[in-house]
């Protein structure tokens, strides 16, 4: 055993959600052991699952800003410190903060030879002591680390019984996060250095989008509206939307990173962007309120800077729509060839799919959750590099492509700018209006009833999974459910199975295909989060507002699933 090894009591509950592990703030600042024992578990799989004959690791260590990130990238410093026969260097961002695309970016550029990443944040869940405070793992594809990693990762830790730590009067451990690139430390047997957080993932979109384009658009006075949401994405979005294209300062808002998010809650959708939504004329529910300042395009991106909101005046382009409407402008967006597949997540609406169904483009539903994604684009039975560009996108806010192996906030602005940039006449509103007229329009909605009881959320889905194959309620009104199924996915290229991904009642309303899909939420911190997601299809009339268009269908679904005697709750916390 080495100098620095010391026992520690094992944790049982540090098994990572849909995107890493998730606690409340107090659980990691009141315990530092909780952090610790997390990343020597990490490091104990990286070491087990590596070649004997291989080199230690480079590891980028970087967080989107939130409180207790600082001194979370001072502990595990000194964990890599005492693990050096695991890792020999941790880059570290600049003053500690870098978005998920970006770090994503960072891995995947050659110059960087730095194999994973460690980002602490806990997404979209807000900041600060009484909030939220979590860890992502990403692999060397700069992808996040897949479901049999993260089971490893939580066996590992509820066996642990020693760990590694350099002790502050062993070294010196101090890092000034504010030093000059370059800059390097020793902790321990590793070497601690300060890198740039913006070359790597600048240079990626700089190849993807005809950069050239979007800074006429923008010198011909259009302006957007961009909030960072106080989160990691902020400088990013000034640094490439305002340094480099050029929109004017006014263009932004809460683009400074902040530990608590500003008090705000950093999930970009209709209830928590309310300043940008009422400043594009828009209303929490999505409809036109007539006021509103004069901007093309409004955007937001959530705290760790992978999730986007976009809209127009007056208009709001829920997330599904949004990715079909990519999918099907993809040569006004990337001179990177025609696009080779598309994927989503399964409660996303089916508006992609009709996309791909035209332009004969393969077309993928998968889990919710990104790491389903990159096995696809990085598939060799698909084509590897021949099968990309890939494109794909979550009902979530959640959207991004094969340029990256994250979902990415700022990309999805770029791809709306490109839209509006290569026709200028055309508003958000126009672009819309002419998928519906093309396509159709599906109606989309979500219902999040956060902290509801785990075990009520839990009977409930029990119960539903107790429908499949039975007789199925009867309304004889407008709503009929036809079939109850539960989703389950075959990886195309693993073959692995993921079961109970997700409860499908499918409906028939007056003749329009329509669903209501129920799941739990992976990455709450607290009791459960249920969510039920609600779609309907309308051929003809694309006038209507989402929420209201589907409220009854919202009724009906939440009727049959017995969703108030299950969790106590009449209304959603929120709707989005
Ligand atoms: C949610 C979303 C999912 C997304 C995940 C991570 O998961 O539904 O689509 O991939 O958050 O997003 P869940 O299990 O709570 O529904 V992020 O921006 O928080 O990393
Ligand atoms: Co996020």
Redesign the pocket.
Known sequence: TSRYSRPTTAYQDQRP????LRKKTKIWTEDSMYLNNLIQSYLNVLSTNSSPSSKPLSILLASDGRYHSVPSIAQISKICGANSDIVSTLHVPQNGVQS?PSCSSYIRSPKNDCSAAIIL?????PGGPDADFGV?FNGARGEPVDEGFTEEVWEESKRLTTLNIVDDDDDDVTIDLNAEVGTTYKVGGCKVVIVDPYEAYVSTLEKFFDFELLKDYASKGNRILFDGMHGAGGPFGRRVLGDILGFKDDCFMRCDTREDFGGCHPDPNLTYGKELVERMGLDGKGRKTGKGEDFKLGAAN???G??NLICGKGVFVTPSDSLAVIADRWEDISSNGPLKGVAR?M?SSAAVDVVAEKKGVRNFVTP???KFFGNLMDSEVLGGENFNPFLCG?????TGSSHIRE?DGLWAVLAWLSILARSPSLTVEDVVNQHWEKYGRHYYARYDYEECGSDGANKMMENLRGMIGKALPKDGGDYELNKIESFSYTDPVTKEVTANQGMILSFLVKDSPARAVF??????SAGA?V?MYLEKYDGENFGGNSQEELKGLGEKAAEIADLERFTGRKEPTVIT
Do not use: Q
Not at 121 to 125: E, F, G, K, L, M
């Open positions: 959600g849909t995107s890493g998920t944040t806990a997404s979209h869940n992502k959530d705290g760790d992978d999730r997540s409660p919710t959750g990104w979550e009902e979530s806010f959640g979902k799941r739990l939420s992976g990455t709450g989060t969510r």
